[in-house]
């Protein structure tokens, strides 16, 4: 059982031999029946005996038949390999002098960091170039890993902490295998295997029964989001529901001073725009089209999916010169502290239903950093420290605290709708500003050896602290605000979520609840021609990350 009471998976290798031994008796017990059925009838044998044997032989035969066409169903590749080469017959055999020698192999945690941009995520695909590919090439190179196994990394018990996925970095990531190590520079020439932007810090010896994913207590992520998305949106019209919607509501019908709105809503300016759409339908202060019955609260009937142009160099620049005040910093911190203990976070990925005992996760702590410049952008490092996240459960997080303080919603809407068991869609922030911090083996490190002769070596990042934030500074913050910088992907992702306003909007209220009359019917929007593929593609164009990492594990 996990540490969470939670069954723990079958380790790869033992499921192999299980495999590998049933597919080997079927064998057997085939090759018996083939000999059975084509022996001579001894002389002794009576007619009768004769007889019984054939009928015997027809049932062999029969079981034979049944078991072939149970045994169809392929067998995995890294297992009929090695089942290939059991039936090779010994005269074709490669040569024991041919083979390599044997060298002593030992289970290590080996600690690494990635920049993850130009791959399709950690895990091994034969079809993608990923982290692992690349990291298992260097280590056959470097003769970490023998040329009899350099083709099969179950051959060494491979395993990952965490996963990550498409374009997501990792500073402190977690491998286990048995390596080869007694070469006492083996990191440095499995380094110089590898591309620049994936490093191995060093390993440490762990014991045979070791599971990187298994025997991991906890996982750090990081969200490097730049201030400006937390700034009140300029569309206040698409949210009708929300302080800021309702502020612009009363604005505009010269009713401000009957509207209880906070103290940042009564200083901003009036919303530029608001012009009149050709349609009857209003546009927003860069010009979107809203929709076709020309109400923003008709979300039932508002089946376009607006698509809103990009900001000039010029707003883009005004854009990236704003700061966070204190007090929407303060605001942030609240919001985030909404999702600490655990909760039911069926929402926040997919495939999960709110009844999934699965949904639940506990969240042990946020930590929101101070702001900092670079580039001319404000950043903010955002920490989140949980026992294991779901499929895109980070992003949609961060996605969910961005709009809610872009429409000044209270943080009760976390608790009175995104926890809810009603179904909310919440979109899912870049994936551009998300890596792995570290994984956390804290009962693993306190735990004394079983025997004495156990290697048991703790398995701590801080001794290679100096080189991971080099790295991380060189590699990850740096591609990420490159990136941000070149291609706008954070202000690209706000036009989209704007763009797909009906979907959030009727969750996004003045006091946390949720206005169910208002919920989009989606069947009617796919009956009239609304191509839900296809808004998801936008959102994919747009900064996303993954195949999907998992967010993670």
């Keep these: 059982m996990g540490a969470n009471g939670s069954k723990r998976p079958r380790e790869d290798d033992e499921q192999d031999e299980s495999e590998v031994k049933r597919h080997r008796e079927e064998v057997t017990s085939e090759d018996r029946q083939i000999l059975s059925a084509t022996s001579p ?30 045994k169809k169903k392929e067998l995995p590749p890294h297992i009929a390999q090695r089942q290939a080469a059991w039936n090779i017959p010994k005269s074709e055999r490669k040569p024991e002098a041919e083979k390599e020698d044997r060298r002593p192999k030992k289970k290590v945690a080996l600690l690494i960091g990635y920049c993850g941009t130009g791959y399709q995520g950690m895990q091994m695909n034969p079809k993608a170039k990923t982290i692992e590919s690349d990291l298992y090439k260097a280590l056959a190179a470097a003769n970490a890993v023998s040329k009899d196994n350099a083709d099969d990394p179950h051959k060494v018990q491979f395993m990952r902490a965490a996963r990550t996925d498409k374009g997501v970095h990792a ?17 440095e020439k499995i380094n110089e295997k590898l591309p620049d932007q994936i490093r191995v ?17 906890s996982r750090v992520y990081e969200y490097l989001l730049p201030t400006y998305t937390l700034l009140t949106t300029t569309r206040p019209e698409l949210y009708p529901h929300s302080p800021r919607g309702r502020a612009y509501t009363f604005a505009n019908a010269d009713k401000a001073s009957d509207f209880d709105s906070d103290e940042e809503d009564k200083d901003l300016p009036p919303p530029t725009g608001g012009k009149s759409g050709p349609s009857g339908g209003k546009t927003g202060p860069i010009g979107g089209k809203i929709g076709p019955g020309g109400s923003t609260l008709d979300t039932k009937k508002n089946f376009n999916v607006v698509e809103y142009p990009p900001l000039s160099q010029q707003e883009m620049a005004a854009l990236r010169r704003t700061r966070i005040t204190p007090e929407r910093l303060a605001l942030l911190k609240n919001y985030l502290k909404e999702y600490l203990g655990t909760h039911n976070y069926h929402n926040f990925t997919i495939g999960k239903k709110a009844n999934d005992k699965s949904a639940w996760r506990y969240i042990i702590d946020w930590t929101v950093g101070q702001p900092f410049v670079k580039s001319k952008t404000e950043w903010i490092s955002l920490k989140v420290t949980g026992q294991s996240f779901m499929l895109h459960q980070i992003r949609k997080m961060v996605g969910l605290v961005i709009l809610g303080m872009r429409t000044n919603c209270p943080p009760a809407i976390i608790s009175k709708a995104a926890f809810s068991t009603l179904k909310i869609n919440i979109p899912k922030a870049p994936g551009l500003g998300l890596l792995l911090e570290q994984v956390v083996y804290k009962g693993y490190n306190e735990k ?26 060189k590699w990850i913050y740096e591609q990420i605000v490159t990136e941000e910088e070149q291609q706008n992907t954070f202000e690209g992702w706000l036009r989209v979520v704007d763009g797909h306003a009906p979907e959030y909007s009727w969750w ?7 206005i169910e009359d208002e919920k989009p019917d989606y069947d009617l929007w796919r009956e009239i021609g609304y191509n839900k593929a296809k808004a998801n593609a936008n959102f994919q164009e747009v900064g996303d990350d993954d195949n999907e990492d998992g967010d993670s594990d």
């Design 41 to 70: 009838v001894s002389e002794q044998q009576t007619p009768e005996e004769t007889t019984n044997d054939g009928e015997k032989e027809k049932s062999d035969i029969s079981k034979s038949t049944k078991k072939n066409k149970r």
């Design 171 to 187: 500073a402190g990531q977690i491998c286990s295998l048995k390596m080869i190590v007694e070469d006492e520079k083996i990191v």
């Design 201 to 217: 810090w060093g390993y440490a010896r762990v014991p045979k029964g070791f599971h990187a994913k298994n025997q991991c207590d």
């Design 448 to 473: 004394q050896p079983r025997q004495k002769e156990e290697v048991r070596e703790p398995i701590l990042f801080s001794k290679y602290q100096k080189e991971i934030d080099e790295f991380k500074n």
């Design 508 to 514: 996004l209220t003045h006091d946390g609840n949720v």
